[in-house]
């Protein structure tokens, strides 16, 4: 750059860095603009109709009713006073748990696996391609296509997974996974693992790639243990790589609708923030409660964010290490 | 144990792991397409190899309730979703990867942020939108709601492939005079193709898949997406669940997903490492 400043007039590279930030302006405004309606505002008038008493059949009748929605404290006739509202509702916090240990479990089990899938894939051997194009059917299969396929092998009189089960003697009877309470969310669990390791562990892969090799060769030059490997070397290394992948991970979780809507419909014991949000929004015709319930979600997922940001020190944006 | 028995041990295990990676990411689509083949009664058995070929619960699928209407349906909302983003996002790229100016980093992070959204969050917004545009129950309404995730992945993807690419092209093309739109669209995109066939295609498999928005948007069948008109297949009683036509259907949506991730496996690798790790 600066052998080509010098054999040029200064005002016309001055000139021609301004040309260049207008046609960038020029570049990003569609972006910009389809972004902010399609994400920002939408945004805005959710958070707003949570704050109103609109209905899904009347968009813009409603009432400024302030929070409301969310709490409301209200005197009987009797003078017991009584809570209302989202923050009062225990079938809200019941999806809350739901949505928490859902997203901790699955997030936990698919990053560990995904890490032993991955170094599987990073070992040379005979047939890898296979293998890697083998896990990437589970990621590329739709999702409620997934939970269709699964919930048929999880039926509870014709499914396989029951018929394997008792012929190993596991089990006695066909358990019916998906409607009853105590399997539920383990089924859903399963399925999300299934689907969603290949994912994790192509990103693991990829962080596993760009551990030198001589490193490797060192440390067993060395005699160190391949177990002490991967605690003191790998893992260390690949942590910044793990760490990305599993803030998209879990952020991906906290939102998961599709999935449990198909696989256990109207379950308690799987219904999460965003499916109870929905069936509030368009099924029960309390859109603006539904709205303050997604809004809700919108700030855990915010606060979350954030703190894994500046706790992790996670460099999202790339800019640093160039 | 000697030294070679201990090997052959580990060898064995290792192998061991292999396999039971390679039946447990299988399986599951094996078994929907032993399903799809059986007809009558012969579903409420349990087989694990394939002994039934009746292609009854195809023709099922494929003859009635709009499930071919569904797919067009599909394929047209995803591609001109797919096209819409590109559009946007290679012109928008450009900028964030090759001119510097104050806030790009601000706006890189937000454009990320976007794609995290919980979508739930922005159904009521969206719903009133669509409405309010008139597009309520059209393919459009989902054109317009994919764009909140197709949009920054692609831009994201694009952005650090173009980061990549060397400075020396491009200040080749602006001493010859090149002006920006120039250096995009004769310079650039020659180099992009790689890209944006792998963006393009994780955005058309995004878009194809999504169903939240897909159910909410829609209220006639003929307006369906694949993922709803699955999700919501239903038999001749509501008790009756007609596993064998959703097992055929779901074999018919997934075969050419399965076919293209496999042909384009490699790229498709790289875009998802990139969107991610990389990032």
Known sequence: ?322 | MNRSAADWVRLSAFYALVAIIIVVSIFPFYYAILTSLKSGTAIFRVDYIPVDFSFKNYATVMTGRNFIRSVVNSVLVAGTTVLFALFLAVTASYALSRVRFRGRALLLVTILGVSMFPQIAVLAGLFELVRFLGIYNTPWAMVLSYTIFTLPFTVWVLTTFMRDLPIEIEEAAIIDGATPWVIITKVFMPLLWPALVTTGLLAFIGAWNEFLFALTFTISETQRTVPVAIALLSGASEQEIPWGPIMAASVIVTIPLVVLVLIFQRKIVAGLTAGGVKG
């Open chain 1, 1 to 322: 750059m600066a052998n080509r400043n010098n054999s040029r007039p200064i005002g016309r590279e001055l000139d021609l860095e301004a040309q260049r930030r207008r046609a960038a302006f020029l570049f990003l405004a569609p972006m910009i603009i389809a972004l902010f309606c399609v994400a920002a505002w939408p945004l805005l008038r959710t958070i707003y109709f949570s704050f109103t008493n609109t209905s899904l059949t009347d968009l813009y009748g409603g009432e400024w009713i302030g929070f409301d929605n969310y709490l409301r404290r209200r005197e009987l006739s009797s003078g017991r006073v009584v809570w209302r509202g989202t923050l009062a509702d225990p079938a809200w916090w019941n999806a809350v748990w739901n949505t928490v240990r859902f997203s901790v479990i699955s997030v936990f089990f698919e990053t560990v696996l995904g890490l032993i899938v991955a170094l599987v894939l990073n070992a040379e051997f005979k047939g890898r391609g296979w293998v890697r194009a083998a896990i990437l059917i589970p990621w590329a299969i739709p999702t409620i296509v997934s939970a269709k396929m699964w919930a048929w092998m999880l039926n509870d009189q014709f499914g396989i997974i029951n018929d394997i089960f008792i012929k190993l003697g596991l089990i006695e009877r066909g358990i019916a996974w998906t409607a009853s309470i105590d399997t539920a969310m383990t089924a859903v669990l399963v399925v999300d693992i299934w689907k969603t390791t290949p994912f994790m562990a192509l990103l693991c892969l990829a962080g596993l790639q760009m551990i030198p090799r001589d490193i490797y060769e060192a440390a067993r030059i060395d005699g160190v243990h391949p177990v002490k490997v991967f605690w003191k070397i790998t893992l260390p290394l690949v942590r910044p790589a793990l760490m990305v992948a599993v803030i998209f991970r879990m952020l991906d979780a906290l939102r998961i609708f599709d999935l449990i809507y198909v696989l256990t419909p109207n379950s308690k014991a799987t219904k999460t923030m965003s499916v109870i949000s929905r069936e509030n929004l368009i099924d029960f015709d309390k859109f603006a409660y539904g709205s303050a319930q997604s809004t809700l979600l919108f700030a855990i997922i915010a606060v979350f964010v954030s703190l894994y940001i500046w706790l992790g020190r996670v460099n999202l944006s790339g800019e640093g290490n160039r």
